[in-house]
């Protein structure tokens, strides 16, 4: 690990809007048919239910219900073949994965979950930025470059870039993106890292292996940034 970040490390000035981990199994309809069983063990950390709305098309099994809590800055996917937690108000991994784990743990009991194909991990992270010169300053950021041939400039006005990198224990997709966010429409960098693991995972190693996933994403994002962004990160002068 490189001597400048910790993992444990909560930045102040984080660009994280939303952490996401999922597990995919083989399909239990168990689950349509008993997702009360399920709430019951939740309903006093999430118990906003938001129910698939159908619009025009029909509403299918594999569309997942969504349990958030009253703040709905954090909550739970589930469908019968897959399960989610996510947090907009991400303070930090160890209280994430806690929960997630113990969340998982109530999936198993209640439906005898042992099998999984697939274990996920999501950073999303949005960077505001200015131009210069009306060009998007993104050395400031991220270490990024690939050589482009002769005659095509590295000076940036739009971004739009997804490749998938292989790593120890899965897969990374990587998606770094310049867009207008809605709320302010501030001009920003999005980057997107989506970690999948797909083998050795079992519900009794749930801890371990979203660990890992954690570990490799996080080192991801960390390689990527800049030493001038991670100070600004840190809540010093940029």
């Avoid at 995919?24 to 399920?38: G, K, M, Q, V, Y």
């Avoid at 929960?99 to 999936?107: G, P, S, W």
């Avoid at 198993?108 to 131009?131: A, C």
Wanted: with cysteine.
């Amino acid at each position: 690990m490189s001597n400048k970040y910790d993992l444990s490390e909560v930045y102040p000035n984080s660009p994280l809007v939303e952490v996401v981990s999922e597990i995919r199994f083989p399909s239990e309809l168990a689950i349509e048919c008993r997702r009360n069983d399920f709430f019951d063990r939740i309903r006093n950390e999430y118990p906003k239910i938001l129910i698939p709305q159908s619009g025009n098309k029909p509403i299918t099994s594999l569309t997942p219900y969504r349990f958030e809590n009253e703040s709905q800055t954090a909550g739970i996917m589930m469908a019968i073949d897959r399960f989610s937690f996510f947090d907009r108000d991400y303070a930090g991994h160890k209280r994430f994965i806690k929960e997630f784990v113990r969340l998982a743990k109530i999936l198993g009991e209640i439906y005898s979950i042992k099998k999984m194909n697939r274990l996920g991990w999501r950073y999303i992270n949005v960077i505001p930025f200015n131009r210069e010169d009306e060009i998007i300053p993104i050395q400031r950021f991220i270490n990024f470059g690939f050589k482009l041939p002769e005659g095509i400039s590295n000076k940036f006005t739009n971004l739009s870039v997804v490749f998938m990198s292989k790593v120890q224990d899965g897969t990374v997709t990587t998606r770094i993106e310049s867009i207008i966010r809605s709320e302010d429409q501030q001009e920003a960098l999005l980057m997107d890292f989506d970690f999948a693991m797909t083998e050795g995972i079992t519900l009794s190693r749930i801890n371990s292996c979203v660990n890992k996933a954690h570990k490799q994403t996080r080192a991801l994002f960390e390689n990527l940034i800049t030493d001038e962004y991670r100070h600004y990160l840190r809540g010093e002068t940029i």
